[in-house]
């Protein structure tokens, strides 16, 4: 089979973690009705030089006041601006691509294919469906009986035995003739969700990015080699994608069907509406279309396949009492609302990838930093508006307004620590021309300003 070009989007909020967490106070404040979500490679990069800079977060309790002892701007670091606060101590952050653009890895999406496979492998009917098969059986009896994994499953299900190899061999694996690209998203297509645990009295909110509902990306699928299926002796034949469609539609009604019961129970009556609109809404996607659920927050059975009957699963392993879900707003009291890790895959045509493809391309602006000084830089008449070519601190200037004054002290400090008389100079200048533009109608802002000793000077009276 052919590689094929197809449209992911999300159904729900997705987080395809990358390990790495934002902590409260340091990497994100409450401020004015606002929560300031800052990024710590950026704020790092601007801060790090600044002498005592850990020392200072401590000594000012936390970020914040850090930043306005400094007179400088969240909106200088700021990766997102989130309405209410955000209660949760951590927030985790998503991958994201080399090119700062978010994405779900080719390898999260194989992991949700391969999981499909086995619970459609295991029933002689599809996933969930009919009996199971002979080798579902055995293996099944192994584990009841005490084996200590499920690997004897996994064996039966995608391995072909070779006496030269070892049991269990990636050679001998049929998701080798499985490869799915990663799929890239716009820039802006993250936003920040907090979510809990329904079924626990655990303290369990965490608040988490996530890439939202209706977000697209584009990927390419290859289910299948033709050389290799046919020269090794896989146990079971990779599907068509019309056939893995289906069985992805049946699978999506066992798991969204296990929940509805599961918050029907919990008295979760408006996860229950959530739940039933989702599975409807996937009954009426056309006959192509591929669901999965992948991702953190989608629990135990999502990641297994949920192949055992409760009575079954209670006896090798007591898990699935509790439901992640998202919360509206970010307080621990908060409602839940939706669920984690639903997408769509379906064949797009060459129009439509296009669209897609200028959608996602990545960020060409880079947001602004308080880079080290740098060097003076010769003015040049071929240079756009007049300035000099490079002259990075100019072009920081360009657009600035009167909304933001909390730039000013930050700037002026910046201009005025330059190491060279010269450019220091230029630099206070261009503060001053820039400063009497913006701020020259207000006598406030301007009696201010002439208080400054370094940019005093420099200033031009309206």
Known sequence: ??????????????????????IRSIDFYADGGFTEVLDPDLLLESAGAMEGFAEAIRRENGIAGFLRGRGLNASMFRLHRVAGTIESQRLRLAIRAGDGRPMIPGSSLKGALRTLLLAAWSGEGGPHAGARTPAVRQALGSIM?????????????????????????????????????????????????????????????????????????????????????RRLPFPNAIPDLATLAAWSRAHTRHLIGGDITFFKNNREERMVERLAAL???????????????????????????????????????????????????????????????????????????????RATRPATVQPPKLAAPQPPVQASAAAPMGLPPRDAFAQRLQGLKSRDWGLVAGLVKEAASHTDPAERERRLRLLADQFTATFGGDR?????????????????RK
């Open 145 to 229: 009986t005490g084996r200590p994994s499920a690997r004897v499953l996994e064996e039966a299900l995608f391995h072909f035995r070779h006496e030269r190899i070892r049991s269990g061999d990636p050679k001998t694996d049929i998701a080798r003739v499985i490869t799915v690209s990663d799929a890239m998203f716009a820039p802006a297509s993250l936003k920040v969700v907090s979510s809990k645990a329904v079924g626990t009295t655990r303290p369990t909110l965490t608040a988490a990015e996530a890439l939202d509902r209706g977000a697209s990306a584009l990927l390419t699928l290859k289910m299948g080699d033709e050389f290799l299926s």
């Open 279 to 357: 599975l409807d809404e996937v009954e009426q996607f056309p006959a192509a279309a591929i669901t999965l659920r992948l991702g953190w927050g989608t629990g135990w059975r999502t990641m297994t396949g949920n192949i055992l009957t409760p009575e079954e699963r209670d006896r090798v392993i007591r898990v699935g009492k509790t439901r992640k879900v998202i919360i509206d707003g970010h307080a621990a009291r908060g409602a839940a609302c939706d669920v984690f890790g639903w997408v769509r895959i379906e064949p797009i045509s060459g129009a439509e990838a296009a669209v897609v493809a």
């Open 444 to 460: 406030k802002r301007m009696r201010q300003l002439a208080e400054m000793a370094e940019i005093a000077p420099y200033l031009k």
């Open 1 to 22: 089979m052919n590689a094929q070009l197809l449209k992911l989007e999300c159904l729900t909020p997705v987080h395809i973690g990358s390990g790495a967490e934002l």
